[in-house]
């Protein structure tokens, strides 16, 4: 697969700036482009880079001006990495073929109708009464609990575990090892000390365009449901607690949780590692920093970090004054001698 | 499935105030009850949505007191949560009935007995040596290693794996991608800066009644054993390091880890994301704030929070302080003003 | 299986003292080990249990003086820890001989070579295009996906799952419920607010010697690979999202995770949860306490902590501090109302 310069820039409605027949046939990082390679340039930070890169051609911004002289071929586009998205889609089309047809061993329990353009991998496991839409992708040792509704276009990698009753939507992408639909951890302590088990009877309902990362855990409610909202995108290793609502369009970061019944808004984004303390209500397009701990309701549009989180600039103040502590220790020791001495 | 008021009430011992003819079919939480739905009330934050919810009736506490006109019919009772729980756990049985036999292809190695209302889903593996329980469910792509032990009535969900020789009670519940008994992390430091590893020869045991979330991992012990006492109730995507002891009913919430070594002990509440340093032990009773750091040992009794942890209401009024602290600053730099000017 | 401290002292180049025909036939910890048991002496802080222990017989280092009676029969060496994994590793061996030969139902695609000594456990696939090393073994239900490597001698536990692409070294052990090759996590914003998907079409290359703990994630790179040095070792839990490159012989513990395009060099420990942003650089030998978070680049052979992570022992000074913060503001005040007064 080789491309030249031009007709990428063609594909992008971008304009070539450089030697336009030039061949590439990979994609890669700025810092170890080679000549075959298309690079981009989006995030400041690797400026530097552009001016000494081996790639064969990069894409930049339209507005984009060098400070020295680049040797590279450059593609002008409104928006480098969203072009670069375009072409890598492309490009993953031709190169990583969807699976088709139905591996064998496989396990599709009695009456459940797989549409024609499905996959099913072997140890693959339908349970009774699922509905699978078109073009569902069940990838080897993948479960699907009895009553299950996964919507057309959505892959389920391997050895992902869809318990009984959760609604999984449209052109959804469930990674390796996802658990959804897992008890709530719910229970009633006892006079002696032990604890009685809540039934979870709710289900998880993810909607359309949701994409969930390796290993996530995603629970049932206890009665009613867990919802993720449409486009919102979990990464890795996250916990999102029975009774949870998360907005549309919000992403999260890896080894994020997200306690019972709390709520995210929209278009939220959540760095890895913060925990969101349970029955609290986070706003809309609210952005928090790694390692934060929530433990009240945030409004709308704020960007707070720390545990408890505050106010990032406050939180950015506050760090920067505890390093300083000793030094205040010291000062107000050398006032006090001072006032003695009087 | 449809129950009257006065059915309900008489199954828990409760009082029907209203009407003891209303039918439900369903249960709900308070904010999203419709009128064929049983809700409840346990937590005083949610006491307003009383009187505007939709639901036909609500479990309440003996001594609720309203404080505006209630509409709908209230069911009194000790323990609300408790009632609910039991109700829960009848509509359970009837709507999720367990399932049974030996689906195929299910992988069983020769010489292990398989009592006869045990459950092996497909795909499931059960190694020479295994003993298992009467009563046990194996679901889908479940790994029992070699001379594994699985006491009566335990259930395990899709794909959890337990490796050789690990010991699990009776009536334990342990979640879709669960991993016991994973070698512990181990290695002794080579003069070359590499590492050898260290054997992992022990094993896992867990005690009856336990209940461990999706996706958490519980290590074998080097030499002896990794234990979980009983009743012990651990979410999901926690570590528990080899050698760690737990006692019996301790609650933990989700991304929690005990490093190696460390006994924590019984009927301890450890919030979300908290970490337990190795060697060190945790008394009876601790309360540990989610996201807390645990570097030395803790008595019995605690309530403790922050990294590193100090006592609970320390620690909060720590973090007033801390929030001023730019103001303490700005004082100490007046004071010396004042002083210097003197 | 049974040994004479004597046979022992042998196999490891040691000096007895005491008693050396006693027989000894299991391993135990210092604290609970009876007659039958080895024991060993490596970390000081359980130096007192040498002179209570029930054990036949300890692993001692060579100048080790004792500062009571010992009771139990010595036995000398350069290094009780080293000792005492060369002594398990021979145990382990006779005790848990790996299993081998093809089991049935597995899948391997048409055209994949077995190599004679691999091990095939049942349920597990194997895509085509794959190949694998001499001495491979594929426990049940992992999944090996299209045209992955993975190195002889490389043991890979239960359901563990390669994706499509993906390098693994030799003699690597690679746990259960691992997920290595899961799509990194890239999204281009929209001007609506949704997402587009970045495929992710680089691969993960794992070098030699690696060990990686239960249900660890690592991401594919976007483009390019993301990078696991030779005789790095991962605990449980991890996240190494795209892009990231890890040196040689770097340890790592549960929960800790590594955001996108970061570089950690080599020979670094790395503590529980521990939080590194994306995009910065590790130096070598850096040691990282538990919990930390690190925000900028770091230089070769620090040791940090805390969260923004500084030196560690300004940390721990920083700690003290803030830990007498309320006897600060309330210093300040007693200056305040002294200069009031004055």
Request: proline share 4%; with cysteine; aromatic share 6%.
């Amino acid at each position: 697969m080789e491309f030249s310069a031009q007709q990428i820039a063609d594909i992008l409605g971008g304009a070539v700036e450089g030697n336009p027949d030039i061949k590439l046939s990979t994609f890669d990082k700025i810092e170890t482009a080679g000549p075959a390679a298309l690079t981009f340039l989006a995030n400041p930070r690797y400026s530097n880079f552009l001016y000494t890169t081996d790639a064969g051609a990069a894409l930049v911004s339209r507005d984009f001006t060098p400070t020295q002289t680049v040797k590279t071929t450059l593609i002008r586009v409104d928006d480098p990495y969203a072009s670069l998205a375009q072409l890598m889609a492309l490009a993953d089309q031709m190169l990583n073929p969807q699976p088709s047809g139905i591996e064998q061993p496989s396990f599709v329990a009695e009456g459940v109708a797989i549409p024609a353009d499905c996959y099913i991998g072997a140890f693959a496991y339908v349970g009774a009464g699922a509905r699978l839409g078109e073009g569902v992708r069940l990838y080897p040792q993948t479960y699907i609990g009895r009553g299950v509704t996964v919507g057309e276009g959505t892959i389920i990698y391997p050895g992902a575990k869809i318990y009984h009753g959760c609604k999984i939507g449209r052109n959804c992408i469930i990674h390796a090892g996802v658990v959804i639909g897992g008890d709530g951890f719910g229970f009633a302590p006892t006079p002696d000390g032990s604890y009685n088990k809540i039934p979870q009877l709710g289900i998880v309902e993810i909607a359309d365009n949701v994409e969930i990362g390796a290993n996530t855990t995603v629970d049932r409610a206890t009665m009613g449901r867990t919802y993720v909202g449409q486009g919102t995108k979990l990464d890795n290793l996250i916990q999102v607690a029975h009774n949870v609502e998360i907005g549309c369009n919000t992403v999260m970061a890896s080894q994020s949780g997200i306690a019972g019944s709390a709520k995210v808004g929209s278009n939220c984004m959540v760095g890895g590692q913060v925990g969101i303390a349970g029955h609290i209500t986070i706003g809309d397009r609210v952005n928090i920093g790694a390692q934060s701990g929530l433990h009240s309701n945030t409004a709308d549009n704020q960007t707070i970090m720390g545990s408890p989180a505050i106010n990032a600039r406050k939180w950015m103040r506050n760090t920067g004054y505890i390093n300083r502590i000793a030094e205040l220790f010291e000062r107000v020791n050398q006032i006090e001698k001072t006032l003695k001495n009087q």
